[in-house]
């Protein structure tokens, strides 16, 4: 199983949306995928309310003082190839458990200053998390969100997430076929498939798929040095 956390400390930053595609995506593609919304707030569960996402979605709350080993049982016993999860913001606690569990962070972060603040915050947790864990997990995939090329912010993302060390996506347009999607209760790939927002989800989910499998040549090779 591998598992990927969608995180970060900023609020509406694109969280649920990039997993609750990623999942459906990769679901698409014949992948057996579980989406866990660990948000009190259930945004990606209550998405999922009216049935007409392609992967199952388990609502499994991480809230304020919650035992976290507790949960990290819990969510190893999903039966899935893919295990996408996606977090609640402001609780450094619920981040910490879930970057404890991933083999893939994926960092969404707008266009604004307020963002890359926050987006440089999460990476510096995440580098914690990953130092202490010891075995170089998880990868980080920072992904510029609601990029609108006519502004000089947005135009500048790609380079200011560059500046941060970390593998960058390709830009996701700010584009209400997202919004439009979530209120119809279902994915782009639904709801408008072929649409420019529905494409650059697919080329979003193959840059995953790419870090995942640098990451387990990665571990791969370490295993053979170590046995050899
Ligand atoms: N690329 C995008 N283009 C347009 N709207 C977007 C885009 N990404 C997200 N949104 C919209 O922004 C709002 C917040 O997005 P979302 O709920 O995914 O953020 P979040 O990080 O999960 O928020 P929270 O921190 O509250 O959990 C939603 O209305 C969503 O439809
Ligand atoms: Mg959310």
């Known amino acids: 199983m591998q598992i990927i956390g969608v995180a970060g400390r900023k609020g509406g930053s694109g969280k649920s949306t990039l997993a609750v595609h990623l999942a459906a995506e990769l679901t698409t593609r014949g992948e057996s995928v579980v989406l866990v919304d660990c948000d009190p707030q259930?945004?990606?569960?209550?998405?999922?309310?009216?049935?007409?996402?392609?992967?199952?979605?388990?609502?499994?709350?991480?809230?304020?003082?919650?035992?976290?080993?507790?949960?990290?049982?819990?969510?190893?016993?999903?039966?899935?190839?893919?295990?996408?999860?996606?977090?609640?913001?402001?609780?450094?606690?619920?981040?910490?458990?879930?970057?404890?569990?991933?083999?893939?962070?994926?960092?969404?972060?707008?266009?604004?200053?307020?963002?890359?603040?926050?987006?440089?915050?999460?990476?510096?947790?995440?580098?914690?998390?990953?130092?202490?864990?010891?075995?170089?997990?998880?990868?980080?995939?920072?992904?510029?969100?609601?990029?609108?090329?006519?502004?000089?912010?947005?135009?500048?993302?790609?380079a200011a997430l560059r500046e941060m060390g970390e593998a960058v996506a390709v830009e996701i347009g700010a584009r209400t076929a997202f919004s439009d999607a979530f209120n119809a209760g279902v994915w782009v790939g639904k709801y408008a498939p072929g649409s420019p927002a529905h494409l650059e989800m697919r080329a979003f989910a193959d840059e995953v798929l790419r870090c995942l499998t640098l990451e387990e040549s990665r571990y791969g090779k370490k295993k053979r040095v170590v046995g050899a």
Not at 106 to 131: F, K, M, N, W
């Open 42 to 158: 259930g945004s990606a569960a209550h998405w999922a309310e009216p049935g007409h996402l392609p992967m199952p979605v388990q609502h499994m709350p991480l809230e304020q003082g919650a035992n976290v080993s507790k949960w990290s049982h819990a969510i190893r016993r999903i039966s899935a190839h893919y295990l996408v999860l996606d977090s609640p913001p402001h609780l450094d606690a619920a981040l910490g458990g879930i970057i404890g569990l991933a083999d893939l962070a994926v960092v969404p972060c707008g266009p604004s200053g307020l963002d890359l603040v926050a987006t440089a915050e999460t990476v510096s947790l995440i580098r914690e998390i990953r130092d202490a864990r010891g075995d170089g997990k998880p990868q980080i995939l920072l992904v510029p969100n609601r990029v609108d090329r006519r502004t000089a912010s947005s135009r500048e993302l790609q």
